[in-house]
């Protein structure tokens, strides 16, 4: 990476007023703070004999910092909390040159390794970028690496269209609920007009309506008795009907949503499947799990709720239309009140979605809090801390009550004042609509009908005020689940992706990377292991082995660089060819509630019971499974209990082992396993490692006297590289990390022998 | 032999099989070294109880060196079979349950009382978690009980309908 940013006219004038020429200039870049922590700019300018920090303040241009770089050794990045700075070796003592905010971290680190190159009489081609365009590119590099959310599932405008998709495969369905739901309705506005007939017709005897004779009439009937028989009988069809209409509702709606949830619970797993290591980084395993469970059906039981929306918007307008229809002026003294409700409504549903929120997020803490305090059951026990936890799970228990109580103290006031209301009404009704009775404006059947109609009226409008709350639920839930849905993997398979056999020569090439940019943890990395040798990896915790190895798996994409395996870039290699040819060991053994058998061939169903056995011989594995009572039936608990640690391991490296790969990782294999174990692991692994590129990542150096080449790693770079005995006579790291060790060795001579040293 | 990280095949035909003057099973794998006092272990008690056999001598798991695997039993003759059958008889007592008098659940606890091909047998389970009930094939179940004696049914559809409902019951394996 080179990079000379366009300088500002200013200082190109001053450079032009010491004699500087803009064409002997390298690097160029700017900092976004002084040496004296202040947010200002200042230049970092490399040219082919100094380098110098070029301070710019309006017009006025000064020289900060400047060095020759004949008198420079080296460069570093020092980095800070918050900030940090590039410093240069002169003359054994490092001097501060210039000092930048974390965001610039990156780019300063590759101005680091440049400059070095310089310092080491490497040949730069200098390339300009316009302004701005490289730090976009960072920015959105940046953007990509840490966002794992694509934005169109946060943008609220885009969701109905989304939540229609997901509805699309059942508008058939869809139809017939529809026409349930009018029919239904109209069912239910329909059986007061039956009511007024009656009290109308048979207790007040009023003459009988022209709809009522006629439908009378085409059931042959013409006497009051048969009459009233007839308005009986369908009235209590009108019932019958509105149940069965609400039954097969019932019944298809319940399936409906049960197979959106059960499609979706689907959809989330197989997405979380295709996720790469960099999301789970980012999300809890509990949280993901709440996702699953509970958001989808919660789902489900709102998409229910949705048809009861419905119907009540139904109800609301038909009964409205019939309540004015009936008597336009009490229809107005009824919905006075219902003014006053929707005005209360609103300001209601203005307070509402902070608090529901606050209580979804609380109620989510919790469980997270009830996962974690669970998951450490055991430390706490051995330290004696279950007060504590105890304690601390009050606190967050404590958080969702309080979120309750107080939307409770809220909803508890608002409903008992809308119901008052409505109550207000019905007695203005009665009253306005008694006078009108007594003084004949107005027959008893019809005021009869008109309180059924009210009633369905308020009670539809009652049921509303709390589609708010469904709105937001549903659309928080939808959110929650489409932020998986959308997720994209980082991890993707090319177009041109081969497969192909390996022989298994790796090369890691100016390799960068850190799980956040801004702080790599590799730091241009150059190595080559050639196939069928065994590489010990070391250093202290934190250096970036364990990294190395999540890379050459690809867990992750390298920031810079690139990891070939026989000469072909990982990124081009089918993901499913590279995990069938690398045999990968962990220091945690990952095994899962199933029987030893199942375990051992996980993600290999076609493999035959010889080859287990084979792998769990070679594993040394094969003679404890034996003595267990089920064998290889063994059902082994969660996380593999049942076993020990070292045979969990076994089990493992047999797992590992199948499928014979042409690469084998061992990452501290053997670091948690009784001797015993480790031993027989060792011996397995002596035979397994013959004409296999291996490599080993230990704590145990040990463990590594038969590496054909050790690599000391330390900071993100190789510090050292050679065989067991090279390595101990450079009186280096390796000796260092050795001699915590085994401290005898620190008493020993050691002949020296020519060795090499990483470059 | 099948010491080190090699598995070993017995060769059916080659392999013989008697008992020694203690009642110790002796077998010479390929005709030629004979081996005293030797165990039979099933590779896979549950799911293929008559395959993959593995022969091997030795007292403890330290000791013992496996001498070869015995893909089937089949091939063999049917006195060599009785007399594997035999040791394997030895090594794995299982009860076969033949009914169910009754199960009950106190405190947690499932007491069984069973009649299987060897008597009348009570026994608990520790809970009614599935550990302790395994499924053998589609319809078979191994239990083990709090001591780690061990039953089997073979096939629940073969138990008596008033079995079979008890078993269930109590069950949700």
């Known amino acids: 990476m080179i990079l000379r940013k366009e300088l500002p006219q200013e200082i190109k004038r001053f450079f032009e007023e010491i004699g500087v020429q803009e064409e002997e200039l390298l690097l160029t870049t700017d900092s ?67 000092r930048f905010s974390t965001a610039l971290i990156g780019k300063f680190e590759g101005f680091s390794t440049e400059i070095t190159a310089v310092l080491k009489g490497r040949d730069l081609i200098p390339t300009t970028e316009q302004q701005g365009e490289k730090e976009h590119k960072q920015k959105r590099h940046l953007k990509q690496r840490l966002s794992w ?75 009051n008795i048969q009459y009233l028989l007839l ?61 699953i469970t509970q958001d989808v059906e919660e789902l489900r039981g709102l998409i229910l709720q949705a048809t009861h929306n419905v119907i009540n918007i139904l109800l609301l307008i038909g009964a409205g239309i019939l309540l004015s229809a009936l ?71 404590d958080h969702p009550r309080q979120s309750m109580s107080k939307r409770g103290r809220v ?40 309180f059924s109609y009210l009633k369905m009226f308020y009670g539809a409008l009652s049921q509303l005020t709390n589609i708010n709350q469904w709105f937001i639920s549903f659309t928080s839930t939808v959110q929650r689940i489409f932020q998986i849905l959308d997720s994209e993997p980082k991890i993707k398979k090319s177009p041109q992706a081969v497969d192909f056999e390996f ?77 069938q040819q690398i045999g990968l060991v962990l220091q945690e053994p990952y095994l899962f509630r199933g029987s030893i058998t199942e375990n051992i061939a996980f993600g290999r169903p076609d493999i035959s019971f010889e080859e287990i056995m084979a792998a769990a011989k070679a594993a040394h594995a094969h003679d404890f499974i034996i003595n267990l009572p089920d064998g290889y039936d063994t059902i082994l608990g969660e996380r593999g209990s049942g076993l020990s640690r070292g045979e969990q391991q076994r089990i493992v490296i047999a797992r590992a082992l199948l499928g014979n790969p042409k690469i084998l990782v061992l990452e501290e294999a053997t670091s948690s396993v009784d001797p015993e174990s480790e031993k027989a692991i060792l011996e397995a692994l002596e035979v397994l490692t013959k004409g296999r590129t291996t490599i080993i990542i230990t704590h145990r150096l040990s463990t590594l006297s038969h590496a054909d080449r050790i690599i000391v790693v330390n900071d993100g770079t190789i510090r050292e590289t050679g065989s067991h005995q090279e390595l101990l006579s450079l009186n280096g790291l390796y000796r260092r990390l050795l001699e915590t060790q085994l401290p005898y060795l620190r008493n020993q001579q050691v002949a020296t022998s020519s060795t090499r040293r990483a470059n | 032999m099948g010491h080190g990280s090699k598995v070993n095949y017995l060769q059916p035909q080659k392999l013989k099989v008697w008992l020694g003057t203690a009642g110790e099973l002796c077998v010479s794998p390929d005709g030629e070294k004979t081996y005293q006092h030797v165990k039979i272990f099933r590779t896979r008690p549950i799911s293929a ?125």
Not at chain 1, 391 to 397: C, H, L
Not at chain 1, 419 to 434: A, D, H, K, M
């Open chain 1, 32 to 98: 976004d703070l002084d040496l004296e922590g202040n947010y200002s700019t200042q230049w970092l300018v490399l040219s082919s004999t100094r380098l110098m920090n070029i301070g710019l303040k309006g017009a006025l241009v000064w020289i900060v910092k400047e060095f020759n770089l004949n008198e420079l050794t080296s460069v570093r990045v020092d980095r800070r909390v918050g900030n940090a700075s590039l410093e240069v070796e002169k003359k054994g003592q490092f001097y501060e040159v210039i």
């Open chain 1, 411 to 450: 909803s508890g006031a608002f409903h008992p004042i809308i119901s008052c209301l409505f109550g207000l009404g019905s007695l203005i009704v009665l009253y306005c609509g008694g006078q009108n009775v007594l003084r004949s404006e107005l027959t008893l059947g019809t005021l009869i009908a008109f």
């Open chain 1, 327 to 397: 008597e336009l002026h009490l229809a107005v003294y009824a919905l006075l009140p219902a003014l006053f409700v929707i005005g209360l409504t609103l300001v209601y549903w203005n307070y509402e979605p902070p608090s529901y929120r606050s209580y979804w997020h609380k109620k989510a803490k919790l469980n997270e809090v009830l996962s974690t305090l669970l998951s450490r059951l055991r430390i706490s026990k051995t330290f004696g801390q279950e007060s504590r936890e105890t304690e601390n799970f009050k606190y967050y228990n």
């Open chain 1, 149 to 223: 959310a694509s934005p169109k599932s946060t943008r609220k405008n885009r969701l109905l269209p989304r939540i229609f998709q997901l509805l699309k495969p059942y508008h058939g369905t869809g139809v017939l609920l529809v026409f349930l739901l009018l029919t239904g309705a109209a069912l239910d506005l329909a059986s007061p007009q039956f009511f007024k007939v009656l009290v109308d017709n048979f207790i007040e005897t009023v003459a009988l309506p022209a709809w009522f004779l006629a439908f009378a009439l085409w059931f042959k009937q013409n006497s």
């Open chain 1, 231 to 291: 308005l009986v009988l369908a009235l209590g069809l009108l019932q019958l009907l509105r149940k069965i209409i609400r039954l097969i509702h019932n019944g298809l709606i319940t399936k409906v949503a049960s197979q959106i949830a059960f499609n979706l619970r689907n959809r989330l797993f197989k997405k979380l499947q295709e996720l790469s290591f960099s999301f789970y980084e980012h999300h809890q395993v509990e949280q993901l799990m709440v996702k």
């Open chain 2, 49 to 173: 109880p008559n395959k993959y056999l593995s022969f091997r001598v030795g007292y403890t798991q330290t000791e013992q060196e496996e001498l070869g695997i015995l893909i089937d039993l089949k091939p063999l003759p049917a006195v060599t079979q009785a007399l594997i059958e035999n040791e394997l008889d030895k090594r794995y007592f299982i009860h076969q349950i033949l009914s169910i008098q009754s199960i009950k659940e106190e405190w947690g606890i499932l007491s069984w009382k069973v009649n299987t091909d060897k008597g009348y047998m009570e026994f608990s389970l520790s809970n009614r978690d599935q550990p302790q009930i395994i499924p053998i094939k589609e319809r078979g179940r191994l239990i083990t009980d709090a001591n780690g004696n061990r039953y089997v049914i073979p096939d629940l559809k073969l138990l008596d309908s008033r079995s079979r409902l008890e078993f269930l019951r109590h069950s949700n394996c």
């Open chain 1, 503 to 579: 022989t298994g020569a790796i090369s890691f090439e100016e390799l960068t990377f850190g799980y956040d940019p801004n702080f790599p943890v590799i730091k241009d990395l150059n190595l080559t292991i050639e196939p069928g040798e065994l590489v010990g990896i070391v250093g202290p915790s934190g250096c970036g082995k364990s990294t190395m190895i999540s890379l050459l798996c690809r867990f992750y994409d390298p920031d810079r660089g690139r990891i070939m395996i026989d000469h072909v870039d990982l990124r081009e290699i089918n993901p499913a060819c590279l995990r």
